[in-house]
C-alpha cells in the first residue's frame, strides 16, 4: 500500500512539475512554430504513456497485495491483450515520429526566396560569412587558411573577392527574411544552437550542412555550442541581431570584404584577434575567462589589478607585464600558481591582440574601440625592451634548462626544413560536394611516397594525417628532434607535460616512449609512436588514469608529428628503444 501511495505521489509531482516549472521554452522568435508543436506532441503522448504505465504498476501493486490465503492464477498468455499492446504502442510511436519526419523534411527545405549567410566554428569561437553581389560564395580550402584568411577563401576565385566576413561573435540578419545557414567546422564537432528559433544542426569536419530559419521578432539572441568540443566549450558563445531592413543594410556595408583583407585590412578586431589566438595557442587550458579556479591566473578581471608574485612582491598587470609574463614567464612568478609555463614566441600584434583580450575581460581595462573591425595593423607601444618596428620579430633559443633568453631586437624568422611538402590546390565549393584534387606528399625515407587528401578540414583529416604520420615514422622517417622540442614549446606543451620526471598536470615525458599505460577504463597500452601521434590529434580517444581529460586537439603538420615522437622518444634513458623507427615487441 505504501509503495503504491508513492507511485501516485511521483506521477502527480512530476505532472505539477511539468507546469509549474519555471523552466519554460523561451518566446518564440522564428517561423517554427511547427517544432514547438512536435514538442508538445512529444510530451502529450510520453506523459499519457507516464501516467498510464505508472498508475497501472500502483494499482498492481494495490490489486495484488500479499493477503494470507491467496493463490495467485497463472495464464499462459493473452492475445487479446497482446494485440491491444501492439496497436496502442505501434500507434504512439507513429504519432511520436511522424511528425518529426515532416518538420525535418521542410528543415532542410530551403525557400527559393532565402538570403544566405555561413557560420564556421572552430575551438571555441563563431565567425561569418556572407556571400558579396554575386550572391555567391567563394571556394575555400585548408591550404589558404593563414591568420590573415582564417575562412581559407580561394584568393584566385573571383567569387571569392567580394564576399562579406564577419569574425565578431555577433552576425546581423534582416527580420522576416528566411535565410539559409551553411555550417562549418574547422576542427572538431559543433553545433549551431539558437534556443529562441528552435533552430539547431551539427558542424561536422568536412562537410558543409545547413539549416533554414525565417526571424520574426527584432532583438538579440543567443547563439550557443550545444555539441561538447573540448574545455572551453562552455564560452563557445555568439549573438544574432535581428534588424530592420535599413539597420542591417547600414550594419552590412561597414563590414570588410575579402578583397579588402588581401590588400591589408584585417576582418577581425585587435580583441577577436586576441580570443583567436588564445584558444588556437591553449592558452585557455590553463587560464579561465570565467573567474573559475585552474592551473594559472585566470584572466577575469585581471588587468589593473594587483597580484602577489613568488618572491613577495607585489606587481600591477599592465601592457609591460602582461608581454614579459607571455615572452619571459619564469621572469615573475604569481603566488600559489606553479612554474609551469613555457615561453611563447609571438609576433608584435599577437602580443597586442593579446594583452587587448586580457584587458577586454577587466573592469580596469582600457576603454577603446579597438574591437571595431578596423584594421588592426598598429602596434601599441609597451612599456618593455621590445622594440616594435613593421612587426615584431623575435629570436628565441632555449637553454637545456627551457630557459628563454630573448635578444634586445626580438627578431622571428623560424623556418621548418623538412622532407614533408604540402601541395594545395583543391578548394572547397561550400554549395557543392567536396572537390579534391590535393594530396600530401611524405617522403618516409624508403622510396615510399603515401599521399591523402587535403580539403577536408584540420581535424577532419587527423585520423588519416596520424594513420600516415604514424606509418612514415615506423617506415624510418626520423622525425627531427628540433623541431619536436619546438613544436612543444609553440604548442604549449610543456605547460602540461613535464620533461624532468616531475609531476604535471598531463604524463612526464621523461622515459615515457615505449612505457606501459594504464587509462580509465582500466585498460593497458603500450606508449609507441602510433599512440603519441593519436594522443596528440585524438586525445579524448584514450586517457590515461589520473589525469584530467582537458587536453585540446591539436592539428599538426607531419613533419611536427614526427618531431614531437622524435623528441619524447629522445627523453626515453633506455638508447635501444628511444627510436620511434623501431617498433616495441612484448617479451
Same mark, same amino acid.
Given at each position: #500500500?505504501?509503495?503504491?501511495?508513492?507511485?501516485?505521489?511521483?506521477?502527480?509531482?512530476?505532472?505539477?512539475?511539468?507546469?509549474?516549472?519555471?523552466?519554460?521554452?523561451?518566446?518564440?522568435?522564428?517561423?517554427? +512554430?511547427?517544432?514547438?508543436?512536435?514538442?508538445?506532441?512529444?510530451?502529450?503522448?510520453?506523459?499519457?504513456?507516464?501516467?498510464?504505465?505508472?498508475?497501472? #504498476?500502483?494499482? &498492481?501493486?494495490? @490489486?495484488?497485495?500479499?493477503?494470507?490465503?491467496? @493463490?495467485?492464477?497463472?495464464?499462459?498468455?493473452?492475445?487479446?491483450?497482446?494485440?491491444? %499492446?501492439?496497436?496502442?504502442?505501434?500507434?504512439?510511436?507513429?504519432? %511520436?515520429?511522424?511528425?518529426?519526419?515532416? /518538420?525535418?523534411?521542410?528543415?532542410?527545405?530551403?525557400?527559393?526566396?532565402?538570403?544566405?549567410?555561413?557560420?564556421?566554428?572552430?575551438?571555441?569561437?563563431?565567425?561569418?560569412?556572407?556571400?558579396?553581389?554575386?550572391?555567391?560564395?567563394?571556394?575555400?580550402?585548408?591550404?589558404?587558411?593563414?591568420?590573415?584568411?582564417?575562412?581559407?577563401?580561394?584568393?584566385?576565385?573571383?567569387?571569392?573577392?567580394?564576399?562579406?566576413?564577419?569574425?565578431?561573435?555577433?552576425?546581423?540578419?534582416?527580420?522576416?527574411?528566411?535565410?539559409?545557414?551553411?555550417?562549418?567546422?574547422?576542427?572538431?564537432?559543433?553545433?549551431?544552437?539558437?534556443?529562441?528559433?528552435?533552430?539547431? #544542426?551539427?558542424?561536422?569536419?568536412?562537410?558543409?550542412?545547413?539549416?533554414?530559419?525565417?526571424?520574426? /521578432?527584432?532583438?538579440?539572441?543567443?547563439?550557443?555550442?550545444?555539441?561538447? &568540443?573540448?574545455?572551453?566549450?562552455?564560452?563557445? @558563445?555568439?549573438?544574432?541581431?535581428?534588424?530592420?531592413?535599413?539597420?542591417?543594410?547600414?550594419?552590412?556595408?561597414?563590414?570588410?570584404?575579402?578583397?579588402?583583407?588581401?590588400?591589408?585590412?584585417?576582418?577581425?578586431?585587435?580583441?577577436?584577434?586576441?580570443?583567436?589566438?588564445?584558444?588556437?595557442?591553449? &592558452?585557455?587550458? &590553463?587560464?579561465?575567462?570565467?573567474?573559475?579556479?585552474?592551473?594559472?591566473?585566470?584572466? %577575469?578581471?585581471?588587468?589593473?589589478?594587483?597580484?602577489?608574485?613568488?618572491?613577495?612582491?607585489?606587481?600591477?598587470?599592465?601592457?609591460?607585464?602582461?608581454?614579459?609574463?607571455?615572452?619571459?614567464?619564469?621572469?615573475?612568478?604569481?603566488?600559489?600558481?606553479?612554474?609551469?609555463?613555457?615561453?611563447?614566441?609571438?609576433?608584435? *600584434? +599577437?602580443?597586442?591582440?593579446?594583452?587587448?583580450?586580457?584587458?577586454?575581460?577587466?573592469?580596469?581595462?582600457?576603454?577603446?574601440?579597438?574591437?571595431?573591425?578596423?584594421?588592426?595593423?598598429?602596434?601599441?607601444?609597451?612599456?618593455?625592451?621590445?622594440?616594435?618596428?613593421?612587426?615584431?620579430?623575435?629570436?628565441?633559443?632555449?637553454?637545456?634548462?627551457?630557459?628563454? *633568453?630573448?635578444?634586445?631586437?626580438?627578431?622571428?624568422?623560424?623556418?621548418?626544413?623538412?622532407?614533408?611538402?604540402?601541395?594545395?590546390?583543391?578548394?572547397?565549393?561550400?554549395?557543392?560536394?567536396?572537390?579534391?584534387?590535393?594530396?600530401?606528399?611524405?617522403?618516409?625515407?624508403?622510396?615510399?611516397?603515401?599521399?591523402?587528401?587535403?580539403?577536408?578540414?584540420?581535424?577532419?583529416?587527423?585520423?588519416?594525417?596520424?594513420?600516415?604520420?604514424?606509418?612514415?615514422?615506423?617506415?624510418? #622517417?626520423?622525425?627531427?628532434?628540433?623541431?619536436?622540442?619546438?613544436?612543444?614549446?609553440?604548442?604549449?606543451?610543456?605547460?602540461?607535460?613535464?620533461?624532468?620526471?616531475?609531476?604535471?598536470?598531463?604524463?612526464?615525458? %621523461?622515459?615515457?616512449?615505449?612505457?606501459?599505460?594504464?587509462?580509465?577504463?582500466?585498460?593497458?597500452?603500450?606508449?609507441?609512436?602510433?599512440?603519441?601521434? +593519436?594522443?596528440? /590529434?585524438?586525445?579524448?580517444?584514450?586517457?590515461?588514469?589520473?589525469?584530467?581529460?582537458?587536453?585540446?586537439?591539436?592539428?599538426?603538420?607531419?613533419?611536427?608529428?614526427?618531431?614531437?615522437?622524435?623528441?619524447?622518444?629522445?627523453?626515453?634513458?633506455?638508447?635501444?628503444?628511444?627510436?620511434?623507427?623501431?617498433?616495441?615487441?612484448?617479451?
Amino acid at each position: #500500500m505504501t509503495f503504491a501511495v508513492i507511485l501516485l505521489v511521483i506521477v502527480i509531482a512530476s505532472v505539477l512539475f511539468h507546469f509549474l516549472s519555471p523552466w519554460q521554452a523561451t518566446p518564440l522568435a522564428s517561423n517554427w +512554430q511547427s517544432i514547438d508543436t512536435t514538442i508538445a506532441m512529444t510530451f502529450l503522448i510520453t506523459g499519457i504513456f507516464f501516467v498510464a504505465i505508472v498508475g497501472f #504498476m500502483a494499482y &498492481c501493486v494495490y @490489486r495484488y497485495r500479499a493477503v494470507p490465503g491467496r @493463490r495467485s492464477e497463472y495464464q499462459r498468455d493473452n492475445k487479446k491483450l497482446e494485440w491491444w %499492446l501492439i496497436a496502442i504502442t505501434t500507434l504512439g510511436i507513429v504519432i %511520436l515520429l511522424a511528425p518529426g519526419l515532416v /518538420v525535418y523534411s521542410d528543415f532542410v527545405h530551403v525557400p527559393k526566396d532565402a538570403s544566405e549567410f555561413e557560420a564556421v566554428g572552430e575551438q571555441w569561437r563563431w565567425s561569418y560569412r556572407l556571400p558579396g553581389e554575386d550572391d555567391e560564395f567563394g571556394r575555400t580550402s585548408i591550404g589558404h587558411m593563414n591568420d590573415k584568411n582564417t575562412f581559407g577563401i580561394d584568393p584566385d576565385d573571383p567569387a571569392g573577392q567580394d564576399d562579406i566576413l564577419v569574425a565578431g561573435s555577433q552576425m546581423h540578419l534582416p527580420i522576416d527574411q528566411p535565410v539559409k545557414v551553411n555550417l562549418r567546422s574547422k576542427d572538431v564537432l559543433h553545433d549551431f544552437y539558437v534556443p529562441d528559433f528552435r533552430a539547431k #544542426m551539427d558542424l561536422i569536419p568536412g562537410q558543409v550542412t545547413y539549416f533554414w530559419f525565417t526571424p520574426t /521578432v527584432l532583438g538579440t539572441f543567443d547563439i550557443a555550442c550545444a555539441e561538447y &568540443c573540448g574545455i572551453g566549450h562552455y564560452n563557445m @558563445r555568439g549573438q544574432i541581431v535581428v534588424d530592420e531592413l535599413a539597420t542591417y543594410q547600414a550594419w552590412l556595408s561597414s563590414q570588410k570584404t575579402f578583397a579588402e583583407v588581401l590588400t591589408g585590412g584585417t576582418v577581425e578586431g585587435i580583441v577577436a584577434q586576441g580570443q583567436r589566438l588564445a584558444s588556437s595557442r591553449g &592558452c585557455l587550458a &590553463c587560464h579561465s575567462v570565467d573567474g573559475s579556479a585552474a592551473l594559472g591566473p585566470g584572466w %577575469l578581471d585581471l588587468y589593473g589589478s594587483s597580484e602577489n608574485l613568488a618572491d613577495g612582491s607585489q606587481v600591477v598587470v599592465d601592457d609591460a607585464y602582461l608581454v614579459e609574463s607571455i615572452v619571459n614567464p619564469a621572469a615573475k612568478i604569481v603566488a600559489g600558481y606553479p612554474a609551469v609555463m613555457v615561453a611563447y614566441a609571438l609576433s608584435g *600584434e +599577437q602580443l597586442d591582440s593579446l594583452v587587448a583580450y586580457i584587458a577586454s575581460l577587466s573592469s580596469l581595462g582600457p576603454s577603446s574601440d579597438a574591437d571595431s573591425s578596423s584594421d588592426a595593423d598598429s602596434s601599441s607601444d609597451t612599456e618593455t625592451s621590445l622594440e616594435t618596428e613593421a612587426s615584431l620579430d623575435i629570436k628565441t633559443s632555449l637553454d637545456t634548462e627551457a630557459s628563454l *633568453e630573448t635578444e634586445a631586437s626580438l627578431d622571428i624568422k623560424n623556418s621548418l626544413d623538412t622532407e614533408a611538402s604540402l601541395e594545395t590546390e583543391a578548394s572547397l565549393d561550400t554549395e557543392t560536394s567536396l572537390d579534391i584534387e590535393t594530396s600530401l606528399d611524405i617522403d618516409t625515407g624508403s622510396g615510399k611516397n603515401t599521399s591523402l587528401p587535403t580539403d577536408l578540414g584540420p581535424v577532419a583529416n587527423l585520423k588519416i594525417t596520424a594513420e600516415i604520420a604514424s606509418d612514415a615514422v615506423l617506415d624510418g #622517417m626520423q622525425g627531427d628532434v628540433a623541431i619536436g622540442e619546438r613544436s612543444a614549446t609553440t604548442y604549449g606543451c610543456l605547460g602540461c607535460h613535464s620533461v624532468d620526471g616531475s609531476a604535471g598536470l598531463g604524463p612526464t615525458w %621523461l622515459d615515457l616512449f615505449h612505457r606501459q599505460e594504464t587509462l580509465i577504463d582500466g585498460s593497458q597500452v603500450w606508449v609507441d609512436a602510433d599512440y603519441l601521434i +593519436q594522443s596528440i /590529434v585524438h586525445p579524448a580517444a584514450q586517457i590515461v588514469a589520473d589525469y584530467p581529460p582537458i587536453m585540446a586537439a591539436y592539428a599538426l603538420s607531419p613533419e611536427e608529428l614526427g618531431g614531437l615522437v622524435a623528441y619524447i622518444a629522445s627523453l626515453t634513458s633506455n638508447r635501444a628503444i628511444a627510436d620511434p623507427a623501431i617498433p616495441k615487441t612484448e617479451e
